[in-house]
């Protein structure tokens, strides 16, 4: 399993950025995937998850309308568009493989992109 | 914010046992869920080091082990070694009003 993450980069407050995570390794339609961000020196906090069809989509309340999650099973892609984004997104987003249910941890993951937001 | 609440630090010389605790409520760990464990080492992303409370993914030590009751959990490493120094992180989910998947606030291992 590899998920490699790409995207990241320095971006004003109220821009946008669109992360990337190519997944191989694994038959990316049939799971969930994730993406959980680190902000700098702090914890892990869940940002967003997609179900394996893509018709289902769940988020943390802080990025409720300003992100998107999306995958192209065609592509073995995971991918989040952020907009309209503030000083507190700065973070490393990590790509990861689940859960699959409520009792489901996040498998693997991949090396992470950094975000920063800064004017 | 997180939900799940664990000790900043502990620390242990080699060969000793060190445990960490992760409290959390009735709408996480105690609603039944389960809980997973993941170790950071600094500047490398986290890794999967416990699943469903106490299970281990091939290639973890034994020396590590999980536990459950009530809205806590726990997490032991016996036979401390140098290796284990890294950041450990408790997950579950939450039934509650903060949203589906939770972490831990993270606790620093140190290998004195």
């Known amino acids: 399993v590899q998920l490699v993450e790409s995207g990241g980069g320095l971006v004003q407050p109220g821009g946008s950025l669109r992360l990337s995570c190519a997944a191989s390794?694994?038959?990316?339609?049939?799971?969930?995937m994730s993406w959980v961000r680190q902000a700098p020196g702090k914890g892990l906090e869940w940002v967003a998850n997609i179900k394996q069809d893509g018709s289902a989509k769940y988020y943390v309340d802080s990025v409720k309308g300003r992100f998107t999650i999306s995958k192209d099973n065609a592509k073995n892609s995971l991918y989040l568009q952020m907009n309209s984004l503030r000083g507190e997104d700065t973070a490393v987003y990590y790509c990861?493989?689940?859960?699959?249910?409520?009792?489901?941890?996040?498998?693997?993951w991949g090396q992470g992109t950094l975000v920063t937001v800064s004017s | 914010q997180s939900v799940l609440t664990q000790p900043p630090s502990v620390s242990g010389a080699p060969g000793q046992r060190v445990t960490i605790s992760c409290t959390g409520s009735?709408?996480?760990?105690?609603?039944?869920?389960?809980v997973h464990w993941y170790q950071q080492v600094p500047g490398t992303a986290p890794k999967l080091f416990i699943y469903?409370?106490?299970n281990r993914p091939l290639g973890v030590p034994d020396r590590f082990s999980g536990s459950k009751s009530g809205t806590s959990a726990s997490l032991a490493i016996t036979g401390l070694q140098a290796e284990d120094e890294a950041d450990y992180y408790c997950?579950?989910?939450?039934?509650?009003?903060?949203?589906?998947?939770?972490f831990g606030t993270g606790t620093k291992v140190t290998v004195l």
């Open positions: 990861a493989r689940g859960p699959d249910s409520s009792w489901s941890p996040f498998e693997y």
């Open positions: 009735s709408s996480n760990i105690g609603a039944g869920y389960d």
């Open positions: 997950q579950s989910y939450d039934s509650g009003l903060s949203g589906f998947y939770v």
């Open positions: 469903g409370n106490n």
């Open positions: 390794g694994f038959t990316f339609s049939n799971y969930w």
